[in-house]
């Protein structure tokens, strides 16, 4: 019985004595928030990039965007479709199984009518279930790029769904509520602890992760706190509240680089800012024009874009980050070319003179709705296009709002005149083509419809001849140019603060990967 006690003391003694292993914990902020756990419902930048954490896809991108494994070990591509062969030993943050079930049940609700992923998905017509870690996803024809379409279509587990009615995605535009929004349960290296939105969110390393030691990150917790206004998110980096900043106001870089432990790294985005014009309707909603609609007039469309000085934004708005355009995708993207890729110029008395042309001489007015939340210097960069638009008459009244009240906007086709962002997580233009500019894309509240368009996007699907398949894309765009049914502004440059004492690789796609997060 003494020896028994003398032990207890003695292991008590010693944990007492012996310091607990202190986390690793990452704090950072952006300024706007995921705007829903629901891996099939947003297809939005930091909403997948927040959700890449918890959930995984068949195939990633490491922080130089290289494909690389995820849930699927290997691939091989045929006549009718591609071969994943699917890792084994993997489980789901509550311990369950992932199996091939579950790649059949996550494309069938990435293809449900809800989900803001049916463009990526719908090119996997059914998922052949070979074994239980082999799947083959069919399509209609030989596809060049699928892998490189997975990469954000998330795997969710069939089980779980169904347990908690979410069997079909979130639809965010309707404002609906379900379990996903809130909760998760996914496959990742991270699983959710906390969800306030807009508030807090919590994650905490997973310990069953299946890359758990094959990948640099240490970090063992993480919070994030979204932080609106941009001197609060500096001031948060510069006090030590946070260690990380993603979008820190490019007009304090210099700030924070001066600052002690501090650090700034930059790099150019995979994404394009634009002002998209509603030229299918008959008439615009907010303008004082009646019967007509003056953004059907390619006159009209060609003088907003010369009446944007793009290059006075780049050097005033963005602090000479950011790249003047005349596409709305950027360089490293396929079908980016330096003939397309260049501005349509700056040219205030040839606007004018197109507008008197149109028949529109003294101008129009027309709402701008614009997110104040979601790219950088969004507001600014929309407040200097309606000024520079006064100077050829047209009345630009702006309403900047957050995110996640100005996407539904153009999700509902309740807009004349907006902007919006797109990235390109495939680096192929059939991702910008089918949501953009295809007739049905589900982001193209312009009304644009270009036959020529219509067809290449479909014929790019299946097309294997690379250099066919990058000339057709070439005239696409070609034509798109000509057609003017967007106003391209820039390519954008991300610069990213970070504490001294943490190695965060930056990515073009501006998603923050964890796994190879390191706190020194």
């Given at each position: ?193 906390s969800r306030a939105p807009d508030e807090l969110t919590v994650l905490e390393a997973h310990g069953g992760w299946w890359g758990k030691g094959q990948f640099p990150g240490n970090i063992d917790k993480i919070e994030y706190r979204p932080i609106t206004n941009a001197a609060t998110r500096v001031a948060a980096l510069l006090s030590g509240e946070v ?278």
């Amino acid at each position: 019985m003494r020896t028994k006690s003398l032990l207890g003391v003695s292991l008590a003694a010693l944990m007492a004595a012996s310091p607990a292993l202190a986390e690793n914990v990452l704090r950072w902020t952006s300024q706007g928030d995921a705007l829903t756990m629901d891996p099939h419902s947003q297809n939005e930048g930091p909403t997948i990039a927040m959700n890449g954490q918890i959930y995984e896809s068949l195939v990633t991108r490491d922080a130089a965007l290289v494909l690389q494994p995820e849930l699927a070990e290997s691939w091989e591509a045929a006549a009718d479709g591609w071969t994943f062969n699917l890792r084994k030993g993997v489980k789901f943050h509550d311990g369950s199984d992932f199996t091939a079930e579950d790649v059949v049940f996550s494309f069938a609700r990435a293809n449900h009518e809800a989900s803001d992923y049916k463009e990526q998905a719908k090119n996997v017509v059914s998922v052949e279930v070979i074994d239980d870690h082999t799947v083959k996803l069919l399509t209609s024809g030989p596809n060049p790029i699928l892998p490189n379409q997975l990469t954000s279509i998330f795997m969710i587990d069939k089980t779980w769904s169904e347990a908690n009615n979410v069997v079909a995605p979130q639809d965010f535009k309707a404002k609906e509520e379900t379990f996903a929004v809130r909760n998760a349960n996914g496959t990742g290296p991270y699983k959710l602890v906390s969800r306030a939105p807009d508030e807090l969110t919590v994650l905490e390393a997973h310990g069953g992760w299946w890359g758990k030691g094959q990948f640099p990150g240490n970090i063992d917790k993480i919070e994030y706190r979204p932080i609106t206004n941009a001197a609060t998110r500096v001031a948060a980096l510069l006090s030590g509240e946070v260690d990380f900043v993603l979008d820190p106001p490019l007009q304090d870089l210099k700030r924070i680089e001066g600052a002690d432990g501090l650090k700034v790294t930059t790099v150019a985005q995979i994404r394009s800012i634009f002002l998209g014009m509603d030229q299918g309707v008959d008439e615009l909603r907010t303008s004082n024009i009646k019967g007509k609609n003056p953004f059907k007039d390619l006159r009209v469309r060609k003088a907003i874009n010369l009446a944007i000085d793009k290059k006075a934004i780049q050097r005033v708005v963005m602090e000479g980050l950011s790249f003047p355009t005349g596409m709305i995708t950027p360089p490293g993207v396929l079908g980016n070319t330096p003939e397309n890729d260049p501005s349509y110029g700056f040219d205030v008395d040839q606007a004018k003179a197109l507008m008197a042309e149109a028949g529109y001489g003294d101008g129009f007015s027309v709402r701008l709705d614009c997110p104040n939340n979601r790219y950088n210097n969004d507001e600014k960069i929309c407040q200097a296009a309606v000024a520079m638009l006064a100077k050829i008459g047209v009345n630009v009244s702006l309403d900047a709002i957050p995110k996640a009240q100005h996407f539904p906007k153009i999700q509902k086709r309740e807009t004349d005149f907006y902007m919006l962002g797109w990235g390109v997580p495939t680096l192929d233009s059939h991702y910008v083509f089918s949501y953009l500019l295809d007739g049905d894309g589900s982001w193209n509240a312009t009304g644009y419809n270009n036959p020529i368009v219509d067809a290449v996007t479909s014929a790019i699907v299946t097309e294997i001849d690379i250099p066919k398949r990058t000339a057709m894309m070439d005239a696409a765009w070609t034509q798109v140019k000509a057609d003017m049914p967007y106003v391209p502004i820039h390519h954008q440059v991300l610069a990213w603060g970070i504490a001294d004492g943490f190695e965060i690789p930056i990515a073009a796609d501006d998603a923050v990967r964890p796994r190879f997060i390191v706190k020194n």
